[in-house]
């Protein structure tokens, strides 16, 4: 199966809300499944988004877990808030949420919500717990992005714009710029590597992922899965797979993870532990037309054509004009030759 090299989503350019990479698998091959229509699209999905502020004087709590719970949905998300406090959930099935923020030093905030439109805004505060009043004053210092120099974040945002406009090239200096204003700018490392990507110089990109990693002390999720991803490139799906998993102890919420954990299993021809990590890609984002790829090759793998059809026609449905979108054609046609062939009663 070939890869393309995941692409980063159009940025938002409040300071801290990072792009996110997303796989962008070209097929030819083969996979599974019967629970994903096409009429799952249809469904509405909304998003919860908000923010989170310190009581004692209004300022936003950066990275800071968000969880966010609903039963009757049968989904459970964790997310960390940008730089601003603020943060958002994507692809949202129908539901009662609960969203409870948990830090130390402080009472636990809670609330509830439904996605049920385009967006449903919330402010959560926290408040310094009675145990601990000393943490009122420690958490304006512990803070860490209130501790990043404006010229640091301003040379990011420049960097975020390169990409945004696809000049991978261009953003390195501006990245670098962030790094050497803020050396624990983990975050630059990592668009220093999602850049190197880009522009096909893979084994740099795994040094600044690694770097990434290091800084964070394994805490930036993003790294450990784009690093996982260009091990599986590498043909090393299971150094990859260790990797991809830890980073989803951080995220556990990525579909994006899950796809790329999903890719890594089918490489160590374990077709039905793939499909189990794209349901829980779909259920995350149901709209995430390359877990549809990753499915048709179990699929495939497994001989179900009907079922590979299935995904293939989801992923066009998706993306009709997509990179891959030409190759996905193709590879439909193949199915279909083999699926009259093994069926010309059909």
């Keep these: 199966m070939a890869h393309e090299l995941p692409k980063v989503e159009k940025a938002s350019h409040r300071a801290g809300l990072l792009p996110i990479i997303f796989l962008n698998l070209a097929l030819l091959t083969w996979i599974p499944s019967a629970e994903a229509q096409v ?4 469904t509405t999905a909304g998003k919860i988004s908000g923010i989170v502020l310190s009581q004692a004087d209004n300022r936003p709590a950066g990275q800071v877990v968000v969880n966010l719970k609903s039963d009757s949905a049968g989904i459970s998300r964790r997310v960390l808030t940008d730089f601003e406090g603020r943060f958002e959930v994507r692809s949202l099935p129908p539901g009662a949420y609960e969203i409870i923020v948990e830090e130390p030093g402080y009472e636990p905030s809670r609330t509830s919500a439904q996605p ?38 301003n040379e990011f945002r420049k960097g975020l714009d390169h990409l945004d406009k696809k000049d991978p090239a261009g953003s390195l200096s501006h990245f670098t710029k962030a790094f050497q204003a803020f050396p624990d700018y983990y975050e630059a490392y990592y668009h220093i590597g999602v850049a190197k990507m880009r522009l096909g110089q893979n084994d740099e990109a795994m040094q600044a992922f690694q770097m990434a990693i290091d800084l964070s002390d394994g805490r930036y999720a993003w790294a450990e899965l784009a690093l996982g991803y260009l091990l599986c490139q590498e043909g090393k799906p299971g150094e990859a ?26 490489q160590l021809n374990r077709p039905d532990e793939a499909e189990r990590n794209v349901r829980e890609a779909l259920l995350r984002n149901p709209n995430f037309a390359d877990a549809y790829l990753v499915r048709s090759d179990v699929y495939g793998r497994k001989g179900d054509y009907r079922a590979q ?20 054609r193709r590879g439909r046609e193949a199915a279909l030759r ?6 010309p009663q059909d």
Excluded: C, W
């Design 116 to 153: 049920t439109g385009p967006s449903s805004e919330l402010v959560l505060y926290l408040r310094p717990s009675k145990h601990s009043e000393t943490h009122r004053n420690d958490y304006r210092v512990s803070v860490r992005e209130l501790k990043i120099p404006g010229k640091a974040r």
């Design 39 to 42: 009429s799952n699209f249809e």
């Design 241 to 266: 797979e260790r990797i991809i998993r830890r980073g989803l102890e951080g995220d556990e919420g990525s579909a994006e993870g899950y796809v790329i954990l999903g890719s890594a299993l089918m």
């Design 338 to 343: 083999i699926l009259a062939k093994s069926h």
């Design 309 to 328: 059809l299935q995904d293939l026609d989801a992923y066009l449905k998706l993306e009709p004009n997509g990179p891959a979108s030409e190759r996905v």
